[in-house]
């Protein structure tokens, strides 16, 4: 156990995502913070690291038809399908409210598309706003046209990136798909696409079924799973893609206590996100901001960074 | 309108928990914070364990507040029901995230109105019917429910509301039959300014076409799946006219003109 | 609800995987169960509708250095990494007890090996003894040559097929790996190369962390996740398999009670296999036969297989 | 050697729980099958929560059976001793698998023999102690722990064995040390036919080296992470000089002379 400084010392939280620095590796996840409004009334937005904002479109979308969620052990499947107002309403309700209730968090908006095209219309119309870092969301399994279908080769992934990026100076994060065979050779073509980094996972492919009714529980048969269940799938996803890439790492999946996110820095990520558990408890995501500025007094770590990739293992 | 109070994150402590009729419990939770702002028609949506396997909180309507507690009428359904009707009084393992959603409102200057319960359908109005019985205005509950042994709350409604109508569906206790020819006899003879009602989606429907017909305003509480229960994650859509509405935020409580029906919508258990 | 027989009558729980017929649906599977000896203190083993050994290689593996499992949330991770003691002396201890001691349950051999010609090996010296069908495991990620890298390619699997098919008449069942893109595209390559069934899901690969000490949980670092946690991952693969094939899917994953198997049943599985819950309940595998016999008497269906992908989904 | 009972799935139900040292529980069950069978260094495989996301059993020694009644001595770690930790009496949520393993044993001829426990190592040796009084084995007890909070099940020691040493780490009750001090000094004086030691694993391995060359046959009882603890999984290895071997079945009580000492076998909170 490294001790860098004397516990009870106070830690540098701080972490870079490219050009961006984040005051603690903690964000809320894509998805299920919403623009962070409902959350105000439990935490202070301002605590965090970075929110990331729910998907969105060059268009409205109205999302998949209910039942949209279903509960499953230690996790839960959604099918919610992006549903959001359009990059135009997006700017003047979400971005206008974040500019006004939480200047000092970076907003990191979450952007879908059916087509390479509609990723570079939204980025395009999100120039002239107040907006810190776009996140690629090239790995929905909620949406029949694009979404996930771009995540997983490495072609169509990288080909998204390359048209994106010479619209905007940046931070282009994609954030990739758990479904895959081999999540670092996705990452790889990205990163050489020109990504400032990639966030990982999204939601495992999954489904549930109402046996007595004979149904399946969602309107739409499948759904993303998330929650603690698939943490240990995450976890060594991290490690994969880190041990790929040179660019930093966001790592989610199942992360609901500090601790938990410590083992994501661990395996290599350089900032985490909170998802699942902002629904199991609205201040989870700052519990996670505190517990991990707790854990780094108590194991004397001096700077955050000093836990990613630090992980210890046999040779 | 209702003006919500700012919920929030609180622990409670269970001060009792027992059955009330068959399959449904009553739990009693110290929860001070809430029960201080909580309006007729919100909920709180109630973590009911400390273990990871059932990673979603449970809505449950407030039934009852009383100084620092509120009440919660609940039917054991699936396992997170059954957890909650395990826990003992004193047990301070559960929290809660509450008042949450839109609750009943008075119309301007209404002075008559009709509550229909369905089932346990009569546990998110048993403020409404206090609160109206305080500010005057004079209630009649139509109450239904499927056996004499599955009617809850009937106690409340006597005391606080002017007339209770019972009707079940193999006539063990009130008329024989569905609430809803109490209804329609009660529309011919009676005028309401206001209908609320609550009950299996079904129920509900047969209300909301008599009350239209009766040209009364009706309101009514919907149930959809939940996960945040605070607006996030858009889980719980209503198809309304005005496109799809929350029933965490914008809800539960809906102008029953605004509500486009929609079976898909509706929970698995209901 | 199909209501084709009343409550009450005995309903038919035979199904067929190919030429085998079982007396009902419900297998233990592989690996969770060794040869079923060390269960038969816990249940009456010819109640079930087999028993799938754990993988049998030509000669003695060690298997994985400890610690070898995790616990993770609703899941457990192993890396025991297919430690056996060879075909010659599974023959000679876990078949003769098997024969000896249960006689009527068919015993379905799940062959490991290192490259194509140790599966060829494997069936070749079991051709003699009685079996009943064999399992061909190309998703164990737990060892570092063979193994899953046989099942996470259309071609490589289909290989291992092509090797074993001339050899044997007996059933031939490949296991999937669902650590992959396009499992339905892998079981079409086995059931173009001759496979008569295939069964899924084998682990999801995942990993845990012990963040205090900054180590990996299990000495090799990454496991199978198995357990509750990944059933809904594993319905959507049965799901999407047995609509990309015809011959017979055996599914599992997480499956712990009666109505779980309906689950995989509706989805278009012809048999489940009951795996970790036979370590949190010993007589699981038995609780799933009598509980699905309860469930078709409750539901008043005649014959289980009019279970098997009788899933109602909307146009 | 002990002749191992059938094992069964058995639901138990709780009849005391009792802080009875720092971070230590005694947890008395109902157990009639497993308490008329069990013998000394067997260990049962019990489910501490109905919830699924702990999903594995944890094993714990029986430390003694009376009548229809199994105790188990257990150390608060993590979340399943933590839920095991608030069972109430009457709690009939669990079930165990047992008895399980390989217990101690007696040499053929011993009429002396040396009991050493580290800390919770006293849980697995209860059972063995009474049932050497019993069959008029003098026995002496070296116990040894942190501190003097955290002694357990001294009582039991003083009461069936012919005497007891003890030693803490900070002095605080008996010796202030190590007990491997008291045992080097009973070795040298005193001569013993068979050792059992229970207790951390740097501890066991220092009285197993103190033994071999008293040249006194030793037993140990190993901890390793288990999932079936029935022999079916593979989980539990134990390196011995003939090979791998199941900490479950063929353990977990080990002749001290094939015993591979591998750290990286270890359980994580050893
Ligand atoms: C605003 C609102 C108020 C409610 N008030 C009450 C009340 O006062 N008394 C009462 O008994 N019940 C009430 N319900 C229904 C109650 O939430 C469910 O019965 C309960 O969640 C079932 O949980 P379970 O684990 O026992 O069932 P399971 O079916 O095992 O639950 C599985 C999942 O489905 C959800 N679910 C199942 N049925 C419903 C349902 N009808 N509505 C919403 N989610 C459901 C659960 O929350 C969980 O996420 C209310 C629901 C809502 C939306
Ligand atoms: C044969 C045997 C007998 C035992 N007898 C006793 C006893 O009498 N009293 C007592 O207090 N403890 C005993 N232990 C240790 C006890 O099993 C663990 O302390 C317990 O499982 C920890 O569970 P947890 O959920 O609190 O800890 P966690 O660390 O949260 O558990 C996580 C996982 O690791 C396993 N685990 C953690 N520590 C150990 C350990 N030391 N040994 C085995 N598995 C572990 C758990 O079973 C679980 O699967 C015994 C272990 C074995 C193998
Ligand atoms: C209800 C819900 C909605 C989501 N919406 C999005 C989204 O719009 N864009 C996106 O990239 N990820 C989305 N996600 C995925 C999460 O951001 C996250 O990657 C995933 O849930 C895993 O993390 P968790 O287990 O902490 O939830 C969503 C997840 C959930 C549960
Ligand atoms: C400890 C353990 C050992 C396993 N060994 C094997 C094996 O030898 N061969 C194999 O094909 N699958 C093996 N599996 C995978 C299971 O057969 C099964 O496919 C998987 O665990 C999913 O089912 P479950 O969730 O019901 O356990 C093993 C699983 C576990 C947990
Ligand atoms: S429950 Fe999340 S938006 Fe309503
Ligand atoms: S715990 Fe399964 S073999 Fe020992």
Known sequence: ?315 | MTHSATPALERVTVLANDRVAEGVGLIVLLAPRCAASVRPGQFVHLRVTDARDLILRRPFSVHRAEGETIEILYQVLGEGTLRLAEKEPGDTSMDLVGPLGHGWWVPEGAVHALIVTGGLGAAPLGMLAEQLAESGIAAVTAMGAPTASRLVARDLYESVTRRVEVATDDGSAGEHGFVTAVTARLFAVERFDVVYTCGPEVMQRAIVAQAREAGVPCQVSLERLMACGIGACLSCVVTTTEGRKRACVDGPVFDAGEVCWDDSELPPRH
């Open chain 1, 1 to 315: 156990m490294t001790q860098s400084s004397r516990p009870g010392t106070s830690p540098d939280m701080r972490v870079r995502i490219g050009a961006l620095e984040l005051k603690n590796p903690v964000m809320a996840a894509s998805g299920t913070f919403a623009s962070g409004r409902e959350f105000a009334d439990f935490i202070d937005l301002s605590r965090l690291g970075a929110i990331v904002t729910k998907g969105v479109s060059p268009q409205a979308w109205a999302g998949n038809d209910s039942p949209r969620i279903a509960e499953t052990a230690s996790g839960m499947l959604n099918s919610i399908g992006l549903q959001n107002p359009g990059v135009e309403a997006f700017c003047a309700k979400d971005l206008a409210w974040l500019a006004e209730n939480a200047a000092d968090t970076p907003v990191i908006v979450n952007v879908s598309g059916h087509s390479q095209s509609q990723y570079a219309e939204v980025i395009e119309r999100l120039e002239s706003e107040r907006v810190d870092a776009y996140e690629l969301n090239i790995s929905c399994p909620n949406v029949d046209e694009g979404g996930m279908a771009f995540g997983t080769t490495c072609e169509a992934a990288a080909d998204v990136v390359t048209a994106c990026r010479p619209l905007t100076k940046r931070p282009l994060i994609v954030k990739l798909s758990p479904n895959v065979t081999d999540i670092a050779a996705i990452a790889q073509s990205v990163e050489a696409a020109g990504a400032d980094a990639v966030s990982l996972i999204n939601t495992l492919l999954g489904m549930a079924v109402d046996a007595s009714k004979r149904r399946p529980k969602l309107a739409r048969v499948v759904g993303g799973l998330s929650g603690p269940a698939i943490k240990p799938v995450a976890l060594r996803m991290v490690w994969q893609v880190a041990s790929a890439v040179t660019v930093p790492v966001i790592g989610m999946g199942g992360i609901v206590t500090a601790e938990d996110a410590v083992e994501f820095l661990l395996c290599g990520a350089t900032a985490v996100a909170v998802g699942t558990a902002n629904f199991m408890d609205p201040t989870a995501a700052i519990r996670v901001v505190d517990g991990l500025e707790g854990w780094c007094r108590h194991y004397g770590v001096a700077a955050v960074t000093e836990l990613v990739g630090a992980l210890e293992v046999d040779a």
